[in-house]
T-cell receptor
Framework: AQKVTQAQTEISVVEKEDVTLDCVYE???????LFWYKQPPSGELVFLIR??????QNEISGRYSWNFQKSTSSFNFTITASQVVDSAVYFC???????????FGAGTTVTVRA | DAGITQSPRHKVTETGTPVTLRCHQT?????MYWYRQDPGHGLRLIHY???????DKGEVSDGYSVSRSKTEDFLLTLESATSSQTSVYFC??????????FGPGTRLTVT
């Protein structure tokens, strides 16, 4: 069974601060896939990144970066120089090899104050 | 944006009544999914489909049924709505091992 834990329920920061969202996962599969989604206040789910288990390179996309560490089963997400538009709920998700579904964490609500 | 629409977007219904939610895609994708979103639980899979007339249960399927008579449409039916089924329902498309793309969601309130 797959399990994703996002221990931080809510994070509040002031604009321009960096914020890191933790994601810890459990799986018995040796091949698996990890994802991050963003859900802004408007409610839609926006795909941010997909990472497979055999690619441990960190990734940067603009102000977003992801740190994948297989040794600690973590896939953390950092927003650098946060902006008010980053205020959203962020979900980490996992799917195993040949798995039809995504297993989601409970989500972390990020509030960026001006 | 993936071409996924959901209808209705909002619905209020009474306990015990049947309710059908519709998901329509224009991507001709084989796999479709229904999730529900509740505070503290993230999204949980209700049912999924891997082709026309091919469906299977997810982790929270009790009280729900689905049908898929055409590639583009995936229907979710609450056979007799209960207050515990008050939730936001999302439809998604996507292949195994790849990201899923979600519809805009349906907010259902059962009174």
């Amino acid at each position: 069974a797959q399990k994703v834990t996002q221990a931080q329920t809510e994070i509040s920061v002031v604009e321009k601060e960096d914020v890191t969202l933790d994601c810890v996962y459990e799986t018995r599969d040796t091949t698996y896939y990890l994802f991050w989604y963003k859900q802004p206040p408007s409610g839609e789910l926006v795909f941010l990144i997909r990472r497979n288990s055999f690619d441990e390179q960190n990734e940067i996309s603009g102000r977003y970066s992801w740190n994948f560490q297989k040794s600690t089963s973590s896939f953390n997400f950092t927003i650098t120089a946060s902006q008010v538009v980053d205020s959203a709920v962020y979900f980490c998700a996992l799917s195993g090899f040949n798995d039809y579904k995504l297993s989601f964490g409970a989500g972390t609500t990020v509030t960026v104050r001006a | 944006d993936a071409g996924i629409t959901q209808s209705p977007r909002h619905k209020v219904t009474e306990t015990g009544t049947p309710v059908t939610l519709r998901c329509h895609q224009t991507e001709n994708h084989r796999y479709m999914y229904w999730y529900r979103q509740d505070p503290g639980h993230g999204l949980r899979l209700i049912h999924y489909s891997y082709g026309v007339k091919d469906t299977d249960k997810g982790e929270v399927s009790d009280g729900y049924s689905v049908s898929r008579s055409k590639t583009e449409d995936f229907l979710l039916t609450l056979e007799s709505a209960t207050s515990s089924q008050t939730s936001v329902y999302f439809c998604a498309i996507g292949s195994t091992g790849y990201e899923q793309y979600f519809g805009p969601g349906t907010r259902l309130t059962v009174t």
